[in-house]
């Protein structure tokens, strides 16, 4: 079983940064493939990114890509979410996932645990 709790998220204007940070429970975290989702009210949860297990591989959704960076520390079982250039429409709570079987992927099934979220709120 591998617990996840998200943190960092808040109240910033659009064009700043936040960093979310997400600590995992576990000794197999270095064998998860991790990945960052987001809901906005009265939408479906979007894929974010997502890193492999090594840290070696990431993916974003394009409409984050190149001002988003994911990452991981194994050593310290977490994970990050360096937020930069934010716009009004990243506001939403933002989801750490763990993918314990695979790869690493932008589906949201393939994730097998799940942090209770953090708001990210993005003021134009």
């Known amino acids: 079983q591998v617990q996840l709790v998200e943190s960092g998220g808040g109240l910033v204007q659009a064009g700043g940064s936040l960093r979310l940070s997400c600590a995992a429970s576990?000794?197999?975290?270095?064998?998860?493939?991790m990945g960052w989702f987001r809901q906005a009210p009265g939408k479906e949860r979007e894929f974010v990114a997502v890193?492999?297990?090594?840290?070696?591989?990431?993916y974003y959704a394009d409409s984050v890509k190149g001002r988003f960076t994911i990452s991981r520390d194994n050593a310290k079982n977490m994970a990050y979410l360096q937020m930069n250039s934010l716009k009004p429409e990243d506001t939403a709570v933002y989801y750490c996932?763990?993918?314990?079987?695979?790869?690493?992927?932008?589906?949201?099934?393939?994730?097998?645990?799940w942090g209770q979220g953090t708001q990210v709120t993005v003021s134009s």
């Open positions: 890193v492999s297990w090594s840290g070696g591989i990431t």
């Open positions: 576990g000794r197999t975290f270095s064998t998860y493939a």
């Open positions: 996932a763990a993918d314990a079987y695979g790869l690493g992927s932008s589906r949201l099934a393939e994730y097998d645990y």
